[in-house]
Nanobody
């Protein structure tokens, strides 16, 4: 069982920055993909940024050039640096990982951290 714990959300003014962190309870070497999703009420959860094994990254078009996802550090903490925040970036942000075990893929989510952006 993988446990994820996000931190770093909060309220920021438009144009400001926040850094989200996700603590991962297992070795990252057992993981396939790691990333961040976000969700606003009434809408589906959407991908923000993801790292796949091997290190390649994918970003949503809406955040390219503003957000940067970082691979976990020595303490297994993955981060998302968010710059030039816009009101439309406001959402609950979820840390995500998936793990392949015995040929099956398992997905895990954090509890979410709220990001609010004032205009």
């Amino acid at each position: 069982q993988v446990q994820l714990l996000e931190s770093g959300g909060g309220l920021v003014q438009s144009g400001g920055s926040l850094r989200l962190s996700c603590s991962i309870s297992v070795s990252i070497h057992s993981l396939n993909r790691m990333g961040w999703y976000r969700q606003v009420p009434g809408k589906e959860r959407e991908l923000v940024a993801v790292i796949v094994s091997g290190g390649s990254t994918t970003y949503a078009d809406s955040v390219k050039g503003r957000f940067t996802i970082s691979e976990p550090d020595a303490k297994n903490r993955m981060s998302l640096q968010m710059n030039s925040l816009k009101p439309e970036d406001a959402a609950v942000y979820y840390c995500y990982v998936d793990q392949r075990v015995s040929g099956r893929e398992y997905a895990y989510w954090g509890q979410g951290t709220q990001v609010a952006v004032s205009s």
